[in-house]
């Protein structure tokens, strides 16, 4: 007859002094449904209500501008008058006669090479005015002085310092977008805890392993939060000064279909200059949250 096993029969089975067998314990996944469900929830409610209020926006516009007299085409019109434009972005008959990829390639490119410009001075600069008393006594009110003047005030000067309106386009986006990365790198820099300060003493850092491992990752959320400011008044200034400059580039194309009273046009294009600058925005600020490892605000 089979008895049951005692505490005495286990204990003497065990070897004296042997470590009892501990058995490792999977934690349990949760199905894969489970898991695609909880996916598509989070999705629905980042997507479906800007949809619900986009649909509403286009409601509305059509209703308003379907009535008579109305001087603006409603949706149904733009699309109408500009599915050519949208189904082939990429024609180029020469010139510029050319689809509308190419326009938002110029474009992109000279923000590209000016925010890239306005980024490095700006970091560095702010460095500067943030680590520096003197350099912030000296500077900071000039920049707060440079910062109030619109981008398109600064156009007429750099034709006439350029002559020419790829590197006077270029200048007008640096000279707007690096204001606000160098007061942002600023504060940053002089929100540094002195606790990190004095650490940095205590295991006696020089200057350039303090600026590699202490300056910049305490002040990178500051910093980024100055990048995103700059990259969206970067895609404004692009914008506005192809208008003036003319050449191949959205703000160009803008300009042209006004002066040839396409107004579905006009509006196509606003919509991609929106939907860029909302991916640029986008871009930078993921760029932030895997440099700062979440700390940079969204």
Not at 177 to 189: E, K, R
Not at 224 to 249: D, H, K, N, P, Q
Request: glycine content about 8%; hydrophobic content about 55%; some cysteine.
């Amino acid at each position: 007859m089979n008895m049951p096993a005692t505490k005495m029969d286990i204990d003497t089975a065990t070897p004296a002094g042997a470590a009892a067998p501990v058995v490792a314990m999977t934690p349990k996944r949760p199905p894969r449904s489970e898991t695609y469900a909880r996916m598509a929830r989070e999705t629905a409610v980042r997507v479906i209500p800007p949809l619900v209020v986009l649909a509403l926006l286009m409601l509305v516009w059509e209703l308003v501008c379907r009535r008579a007299g109305s001087t603006l085409p409603p949706p149904s019109k733009v699309f109408k008058d500009t599915h050519e434009l949208i189904f082939d972005p990429f024609f180029d008959h020469g010139g510029i006669d050319k689809g509308l990829f190419w326009h938002l390639s110029a474009s992109l490119q000279r923000v590209a090479f000016g925010y890239s410009l306005s980024a490095i001075a700006g970091i560095a600069l702010g460095v500067l005015v943030g680590q520096s008393v003197w350099a912030m006594r000296g500077l900071d009110p000039l920049f707060q002085v440079l910062r109030t003047i619109p981008p398109l005030a600064w156009l007429p000067l750099s034709l006439a310092a350029f002559r020419d309106g790829q590197p006077s386009a270029i200048f007008v986006i640096f000279i707007t977008s690096i204001w606000p990365i160098i007061i942002n790198t600023a504060v940053g820099i002089r929100n540094i805890p002195q606790d990190y300060r004095n650490v940095a003493a205590v295991v006696q850092l020089n200057p350039l392993e303090f600026f590699a491992k202490i300056m910049i990752p305490a002040a990178a959320p500051y910093i980024f939060t100055g990048l995103r400011i700059g990259i969206g008044l970067s895609w404004l200034a692009i914008v506005a000064a192809e208008m003036l400059i003319g050449g191949v580039g959205i703000g160009f194309f803008i300009w042209d279909a006004w002066n040839s009273s396409h107004i579905s046009e006009i509006i196509l294009a606003l919509f991609y200059v929106g939907i860029v600058g909302f991916v640029l925005d986008r871009l930078i600020a993921g760029l932030g949250k895997i440099v700062t490892r979440g700390t940079a605000q969204n």
